[in-house]
Structures are given as C-alpha cells and as structure tokens.
C-alpha cells in the first residue's frame, strides 16, 4: 500500500451564522424540562457558538437557559471547487431537535442545502436522522434532486488522471430507512430505494461519446444509454452508541445492509444485489474530550448482476457524499468498494468556538472485467481543515476543509456538519 502524501493546510475562513433565538421564560409547571435544560446548560457552558457572537455584538444578554422542545437551528453557506463542478456555492442549513426526554432520546436532525456551480449544475439535498421517543425507532431520509454533470473514468483504482469524460443527467434519490430499537443501540429494519439518472448524455464532443467510460460500460451489459433506473428493498441492522451522530465524542457505529433492485419495480432497469458493511469509532484523547481521533471504514460489494454505471460502488457514494476527500465525486468506480479514513479532531479555542481536523484516507476499487481486485491498488487522500462551532446545544460544526489526492487531484470544502 502506497504511503499517505504528507499535506498541511491552513485556511483562515469568515463566516456568517443564523442562530437559535432566545427562549421565553419557563413556567412552574416546566419542572422537568427545567431539570433537562439545566443539565445541557452545564454542558455547554463553557463553550460559545456564532450565536453567542451575535449576541454579544448585539449587547443582548448571553443565553443560559434552553427549552429541549425548542428546535436548534443553525445556517451557513456552501463554499467549494473541484474540477468536475467549478466553483460551487449554496446555503446549506441544520436543524437539530429531540422528539422525547433528552434523558433518554437522542438527537434528532435534518440537513438540507441548495448548490449551483459555474458549470451550469444545481442540486436540492436532504438528509434526515429521526430518534422516536425513548429512542424505540429511527427514521432516516436521503432525498437528492440534482440537475448536474459528472466526470466519468474507467472501473478499478489504477484511474487517478485528474480528468475524466464529462456526461450530464437529472439524478433523483429517493432512500426512506426505518428502524425499530430491538435492545439498547441495537437496531434492525428495512427501506426502499429509488435512483434514477435521466436524460444522460455527452457534455460536449458528442463524437468521443461512444469512447466514454459509461457508454462502453453500458452497452457491454445491456443497459440503456439515456436513463438508468435502480429500485428496491433493502434489510438493514444498526448498533450505535455513539452520544450525538452530528458531532459524536466517543462511541461506535457498525452498520450492515442488503439491498435487492430488480428489474422492471419502480422501472429499474436491471436486477442486482449489494451488501454494506460500515464501521465509526470516535476516541477521546483528553479527558474533557476536546481532543479525539475518529475512524471510517466502510465496504460497499455488488455481489450479484449488474449495476447501472451511477449506481456502482464509488467515491463519495456514502449518505452524505463526505468519503475519498481529495477526489471528485465518482473519480473511482467498480464492482466493488472499500474505504478508511482517519481524522484528528482537536479544539484551537478553549472554549470550542474554533476547531481543526487533520485527515488521511485510501480507496480502493475492483474491475472485474479488466482483471483488477480489490487491492490491488490505493488511491490515498489527506487534508486538513478548520471548524466553526454554530449551535453549542447541537454540537453543529461549519466545515471548511482542504483534501489533496495524487496526480493533481484536490478538493475544497464548505459544508454543515461533521464529514463522519
């Protein structure tokens, strides 16, 4: 395996944050909440966030007390470039909020951003985590609306040109989990999957389209060229106790899926099976926490049929589109799948209102017809960045990052909440 190329980046970042408005005054009958919110006082009370800031630009009185049943909201904008999408700018927004006691359930939250960039492409995300009461199910959502382009590469690893075969399309995403708590952390369920690429065709140079990577891929396997369409059920199992999934500091995650797309349901085009296999470990390195080291690793295996070219295993085809910092989305694409990243997370101000990561990553895909394995090669990432604390309550982080890959690869990133 090659060795990590060794980057630091600094990068001084402003930004401008929508935050929470103060909470009226509670009444005697708000025992218990009162109760709760002192608590989470405690727990934040050392720390400042950009609403804090305001407040005290403002000359408003700083805010101690916190009302659970309030929604913590925070906003921010999208600030990135790759060579695949130019400049990109949006607004993205997190709201966090608890469906039952904080004592006992955990946090809930809904991500949401608008994006366009200089070449012509737009995209509408949502992303959903929903905790019942008591934490007895969760909820999540993956709902993507994208009118954009994708610089496309051959199967396997040994693929790291820094550029690709444009082609344009219209993707829709729609993923809908549900889960019911079976013990403490422990959860299984199923979903419904629905991917469609449509309208797909050359950026330009209409006369090297057949040569493109997803034209040959497509007509080698039957697939139609203008719209590929994946749907189905999937069988998940979750354990997680992890003490927030916005910005955790400490606990595990280990995930496991089987989805079944079939040809013909929802319009799919071809039939096809995949497993995932995902683990996070979050590991303090000081004992109040500020300081701690996360771990990412994850397999994605289409372990039978054939996927449309979109669908196959790929550089940030996670949840939130967060893996292989350093590459463009869908750099490296196979049959099968598999990521580990590292990252530091440490506090540049006691009181959290300033933060950094440094990160290091590898991929690594298979061409089945090409003859590559998994393994057979690596496509390293690292990069570094800084954070801005918005809301203290959810632990919600603005991310400013810088990722580096080789053969002139690179990515810059501005984005809500943490990358895992």
Do not use: C
Request: proline residues 4%.
């Amino acid at each position: 395996m090659r060795g990590f190329i060794g980057l630091a980046v600094l990068i001084i970042a402003a930004s401008r944050a929508m935050a929470q408005t103060s909470q009226p005054a509670w009444t005697a009958s708000d025992a218990l909440s009162a109760a709760v919110a002192n608590q989470q006082s405690a727990d934040t009370g050392d720390m400042v966030d950009v609403g804090d800031l305001i407040r005290k630009i403002r000359k408003k009185p700083a805010q101690t007390e916190f009302d659970y049943r309030k929604p913590m909201r925070a906003i921010a904008p999208v600030i990135g470039a790759k060579p695949s999408s130019g400049v990109i700018v949006g607004v993205a927004g997190n709201v966090g909020f608890f469906r039952g006691d904080p004592e006992t359930t955990r946090i809930s939250s809904s991500v949401a951003s608008v994006t366009f960039t200089s070449k012509k492409q737009a995209g509408i995300n949502v992303h959903t985590m929903m905790f019942g009461r008591d934490d007895r199910w969760l909820l999540e959502l993956d709902h993507r609306f994208q009118w954009t382009s994708q610089e496309t590469f051959g199967l396997g690893t040994a693929t790291a040109a820094p550029e690709g075969e444009v082609v344009r399309f219209d993707f829709y995403r729609l993923h809908q989990l549900a889960y019911l708590q079976v013990r403490p952390n422990f959860y299984a369920g199923g979903g419904l999957h629905f991917d469609s690429h449509t309208d797909v065709h050359a950026d330009n140079a209409e006369d090297q389209w057949p040569q493109s990577p997803y034209y040959q891929y497509s007509v080698a396997n039957g697939l139609p060229l203008d719209t590929q369409i994946s749907a189905g059920p999937s069988i998940e199992i979750l354990w997680d106790s992890r003490d927030s999934f916005i910005n955790p500091s400490h606990g595990w995650l280990a995930r496991a899926n089987y989805r079944a797309l079939f040809d013909g349901f929802l319009g799919g085009d071809s039939s096809w099976e995949k497993v995932n296999l995902e683990l996070r470990t979050y590991t303090p390195l000081s004992s109040d926490r500020r300081h701690k080291l996360a771990v990412w690793a994850y397999t994605d295996l289409v372990v039978d049929g054939v996927a449309p070219y979109f669908d196959l295993p790929s550089t940030a085809s996670d949840s939130y589109g967060r893996s292989g910092r350093g590459y463009a989305e869908g750099h490296f694409r196979g049959e099968k799948l598999a990521f580990i990243e590292v990252e530091y997370r440490g506090a540049l101000m006691r009181n959290n209102l300033l933060g950094m990561v440094a990160f290091a990553n590898t991929t690594t895909t298979s061409n089945r017809q090409g003859g590559e394995q998994l393994s057979d090669h690596f496509a390293p990432g690292v990069g570094a960045g800084l954070r801005v604390l918005l809301n203290k309550r959810s632990r919600t982080n603005l991310a400013f990052d810088v990722g580096f890959g080789e053969k002139g690869n690179r990515g810059v990133y501005l984005v809500v909440q943490e990358a895992f």
